[in-house]
């Protein structure tokens, strides 16, 4: 199907490892990016391509993917990695060109 | 550095044009594809349009497609968005994007938004 499915909301310890996932059809044939919003705020780009990070954000980001799912993964969660993830892709179908997951909001408690 | 910069929101009634403007700087927009995010209130993002650098349209998302038009000023950095027969559940905050390559990949850079409103 032409969508991006994440789980809605995710809760990690601080200093804990906390695991994002997005699954999609398109996810076969096309990276996934992963975009951090906080409130009020604009999206920014946190992971891209194959584990790749932009300058600027951390290293205890990372990503991966199998099959038709991708994942971001943030080892030793921090108070500011709190805020909505998206994942996105271009999608395989061509009917709606990108697409953006629903989000997963993040806690760190 | 980048910077994107919207401008042209404000609170319209359903059938009502508006245009947004999306003022860039610290790089061509020519040289790379531009696109418009839009977010609901309390909802997630939703990709509305694209355009690839040499003026090709990317495409519309489903839910624009026919009454939104995205378009670009090389001379003024400038990206717009024309949003025509407007409707309530257009309202939303519109992000302008750079993407990171001139076809289209993934977005690097994001204005911070311009809030449309739709309300009789």
């Known amino acids: 199907s032409s969508e991006l499915t994440q789980d809605p909301a995710v809760s990690v310890a601080l200093g804990q490892t906390m695991r994002i996932t997005c699954r999609g059809d398109?996810?076969?044939?096309?990276?996934a990016t992963w975009y951090q919003q906080k409130p009020g705020q604009a999206p920014v780009l946190v992971m891209y391509g194959k584990n790749k990070r932009p300058s600027g954000i951390p290293d205890r980001f990372s990503g991966s993917s199998s099959g038709n799912t991708a994942s971001l993964t943030i080892t030793g969660a921090q108070a500011e990695d709190e805020g909505d993830y998206y994942c996105?892709?271009?999608?395989?179908?061509?009917?709606?060109?990108?697409?953006f997951g629903g989000g997963t909001k993040v806690t760190v408690l | 550095e980048v910077l994107l910069v919207e401008s042209g929101g404000g609170s319209v009634q359903p059938g009502w044009s508006l245009r947004l403007s999306c003022a860039a700087s610290?790089?061509?927009?020519?040289?790379?594809?531009m696109h418009w995010v839009r977010q609901s209130p309390g909802k997630g993002l939703e990709w509305v349009g694209g355009?690839?650098?040499?003026?090709?349209?990317?495409g519309y998302g489903d839910s624009v497609r026919g009454r939104f038009t995205v378009s670009r000023d090389d001379a003024k950095n400038s990206l717009y968005l024309q949003m025509d027969s407007l409707r309530p559940e257009d309202t939303a905050v519109y992000f302008c994007?750079?993407?990171?390559?001139?076809?289209?990949?993934?977005?690097?850079?994001w204005g911070q938004g311009a809030l449309v409103t739709v309300s009789s």
């Open positions: 355009l690839n650098w040499d003026r090709g349209s990317i």
């Open positions: 398109s996810l076969t044939t096309h990276y």
């Open positions: 610290g790089f061509k927009i020519g040289d790379y594809a």
């Open positions: 996105s892709s271009r999608d395989s179908s061509g009917i709606h060109l990108w697409m």
């Open positions: 994007a750079k993407d990171v390559s001139p076809g289209g990949d993934y977005f690097d850079s």
